[in-house]
């Protein structure tokens, strides 16, 4: 089945899943990537709700539905608005070109499954 086909949940339980199995493997740099995606994150300069935005950008941009799905959320919950979210997947769009209108659809998915309008 092809990702995006599955429900958000099934894609948010797979990648939490393998997360925790990736971290527990006793490998440090699925934890160090972890650590530096943390650390990169945090508010600074920019409010965590413009990195969770550029995030999502990049992460259309490399049709990482997963990635899509953790950022959407996060930027939501960040207090980004569903305009804002909109407009991030339109840059992605304008600069991705027709190769990532799949993972810029997915977007609205995530944002219909949370309930942001």
């Not at 990195?51 to 490399?62: D, F, N, P, R």
């Amino acid at each position: 089945m092809f990702l995006a086909e599955k429900t958000i949940e099934e894609i948010r339980s797979v990648r939490q899943k393998y997360d925790r199995i990736m971290s527990e493997s006793g490998v440090n740099a699925f934890r160090e990537l972890d650590r530096l995606e943390e650390n990169a994150l945090q508010s600074g300069r920019l409010d965590r709700k413009y990195k969770e935005l550029i995030a999502l950008g990049m992460s259309i941009g490399q049709s990482c539905y997963g990635c899509i799905e953790y950022h959407v959320t996060k930027a939501v919950e960040f207090g980004a608005t569903r305009d804002e979210v909109i407009e991030t997947t339109a840059v992605a769009l304008a600069l991705g070109g027709g190769t990532v209108q799949w993972p810029a659809r997915f977007v609205f998915r995530v944002l219909e499954d949370l309930g942001v309008e």
